[in-house]
């Protein structure tokens, strides 16, 4: 007997079909064995494990399958109305193989098919026959390829670059021989003090990080796209995806973590991008987690400098949401190490930092006068005429008291690399975890040591002696943070400081010392390799030279078009084969496509269906529950040789990026047709946070754009445009009557596409019962109800139940784009009162969509009274 297991999120079900092993011998029953997931296993009184009990099937043990209520991405199951959890809609494929198996088995007990009637399971009429031959052809659409990771990191001390980017974005490895990009590669640019920081700086810069991402793309080419960006204050994180890769990447998530002033505030931190590379359930492949993290320490040579930047790494490896790693960014110091209040205010380091960088917003490095100014730089030990380091020496160096210029011993580089070779021997026993984590950006870690011996070094190209006394080495190899990282061998000399427009080290009056600052480092993975680490010094806008490296990994990955080919040619194969002893019925199309489908409209699909055989057929739809599709005649009788166009419809929902909905098509007693509508949703403000439509001005169809020039609105230019149209023909029947579906579209698509309404066309409608304005005003209402988290959003409920005394104190209570926008609104409903005979029904209308209503129960009548005298009240 050949098997299936369906694994919910409660119950495995494993299905054993019928099979025969011998002509003319007797069939065996199916049976199924249904197993809750329990927490422990369950022993009999001997100690010895329960086996399940296997139940043989039955013409009543029915699967249902219906829509979850509580999460619209995943589906219940009912076997003989018993509930037996849920899987989400992306197995639906493996569900229908399932169910179709089971139907199947249910459809043989009925009619009591005999032995001859089934062959062996490479039949394609028995129930695995599908999930068989794919596993059979798994090789011909599961390849190994190698994904090119190139990782940039660059400290711009705010300024705007206005150099080329190729240089940087290519590097020594990146084009391969015939200067070509490679096809399957991941770009991440990781920026730190992106803008500068001032007191009133409180999120990042959208028009930078659109420059950046407008300018990294236009190097890249037509065929990358930008996958995500996480950002926070001055540090931006953006990743480029080749499209061919683009299906390979699931499960993105960002976050963010501040870590600078009061240890919460944004000019320090990290900012990190976590996803999923190749993974497929269907092809057996668990796929590598990938996190990358963008890191802004704080500054500083002194001791206190670099417990801080401990301390940061341990709230990083708290707050952040990285993957399991083989290691930590941090090890819990045994002495207890200082408590935070300590390291915040420890030596006036904050309040130098506070006064300095935000008060005066001046430059991070200028701050330091409370660590590496404040911290005496002494000399190397000298022997005779040479200085050596000594093995075994702490972090900072030795002081002997002279005051003559030391001379750096040029035998000292293989024992520096020696010594400073990071130890990863007690991380741990590997464990079998299929992650990677990438860190880079300005660390902040420096060189302990005098700035002439760096001169010196660095002249020589002497640089494993430098990195000896390297601040990040030392702490790595006592294992204090990024324990089980690995780092590429340094072959360039320190990236910061420089005088901006040179590339000469800081000749200011506080002549910092040279320093490894940004760094790129790696947990290891078996099929990672490190193909360069670079600096490029030509760049000269910043006082930080950038630095990037590039990555090869192997992996497996799903050839997605092969795989969709080889699945329709098995299931034309199977329907071809069933046809031949089962009523021949055809199914035009079972993959339905909606390309571009745009939120709040109505998408119409026809699914055509002959009977080519000699027998008349009779079938029903049906639809799980809670799905979007609606048909209109369920069920019909199909004579032989007749055709027949089964309709349905569905409204798309707003946040969604793509549809994918199913229903089954049974021919009674026959066959199942499970037949599939899928597309893509275009982008649209109808669903949109204030903030979101705000961020794009031009539309939510053009992504992230700069604001055009020119004042600037502080709320969102589609609530502006519809009362902008509005307030110029506000009638008595204004938002009473309902609109026309046709302008309705058209309302839409001109305010996600950025366009100016056509008053033309609109005002053209006057005659027939005004369905212009009417339009506008219903989808104005839709974009309020739809707005994501509320005009008035829930966590201000209490004060808007406070009824007139609420009106002052809604201004502090909520975010300035949400307050500007009520106010508007308040302005628009002022004149709208003048001329309504009846303002109690409009203020009904706009109480349920401007005011997000806690789900515990408060819409009560006291409530409802108290809501409607706040609104009064703010609109005057």
Known sequence: MTSLVLSTSTHTL??????CADPGGTIDTPFYILEPKATAPNVSPTGSPVLPAATDLTVHDTISIDEDVMDSDRMTLKLQDHDIGSIPKS????????????????????EQVQVNQISSFEDPLSSDYVTTRLIQERDSFIEEKTVQIRLITWNLHGEVIGEDLRPLLFGSSVLS?????????????????????????????????????????????ECYILSASSELLGMVLLMFTHKKLASQITQLEISSAGTGVLGYWGNKGAVCIRFMLGESDLAGIAGVEIAVVNMHLSSGIAPQAVERRRWEMSELDKRLKLPVFNGKLFRKQRNGGKNRKELLYQNGDLLDELDERVLDASSEDDIVAAGADAVEVKKIKENGM???????????????????????????????????????DHVGPEKDINSIVFILGDLNYRLAMDRSDISQLVAKKDYDALLFWDQLRNEMKEESVLIG?????????????????????????????????DRILYTTYPSLAQLDYETFMHYISSDHKPVAATFELRTMLVDADKRAQIVKRLLHDLDARENESRPKVEVEKTDLLCPDMTVLSTVHQTAKLKNCGNTQVAWEIEIIDGSLIQVGTPEGVLPPGATQTVRVSFKVPPNVTHISEIFILRIINRQDYFISITGNVLPSCFGASLVDMIRKPSGARHGFLAPQTGPQLNIPREI???????????????????????????????????D???????????????????????????????????????????????????????????????????????????????????????LEIFDKVLVRIPKTGKNKSRQKKKRMEFLKGFIG
């Open 14 to 19: 494993t299905f054993h079909a019928s099979s």
């Open 91 to 110: 197995d639906v494929t493996y569900l229908a193989e399932f169910v179709l198996a089971w139907r199947s088995a249910l459809a043989a007990l009925e």
């Open 177 to 221: 021989d015939s200067g070509e990009l490679q096809d399957l590669g991941i770009f991440f640019v990781a920026l730190q003090e992106a803008d500068p920081l001032t007191p009133t700086t409180l999120s990042a810069n959208q028009v930078t990080i659109a420059r950046w991402a407008n300018q990294v793309l236009e190097c890249l080419g």
């Open 386 to 424: 040479a200085k050596e380091y000594e093995i075994g020496t702490p972090a900072i160096p030795i002081a002997d008291g002279s005051d003559k210029a030391a001379t750096i011993s040029t035998t000292t580089s293989t024992t520096a690399t020696t010594a400073a070779t990071i130890n990863t």
């Open 485 to 517: 990282f690995q780092e590429g061998p340094i072959s360039f000399q320190p990236t910061y400081k420089y005088d901006i427009g040179t590339s000469v080290f800081d000749t200011s009056e506080k002549a910092r010392v040279p320093a490894f600052t």
């Open 720 to 754: 502006w445009k519809c009362v902008d149209f509005l307030s110029t023909r506000i009638t008595r029947e204004i938002f009473r009557r309902p609109g026309d579906e046709t302008v309705g579209e058209l309302v839409r698509n001109w305010l996600d596409n950025g």
């Open 756 to 842: 100016d309404f056509d008053s033309i066309v609109l005002d053209s409608l006057a005659r027939d019962g005004n369905k212009g304005t009417h339009s506008v005003a219903e989808q104005f209402i839709q974009l309020l109800e739809l707005v994501n988290g509320g005009v008035i959003p829930e966590k201000v409920y209490d004060i808007i139940t406070q009824g007139n005394d609420g009106v002052q104190l809604i201004f502090e209570a909520m975010p300035r784009v949400n307050v500007n926008t009520l106010i508007y609104i308040a302005s628009f409903l002022r004149e709208v009162k003048r001329v309504v005979i009846d303002f109690d029904l409009i």
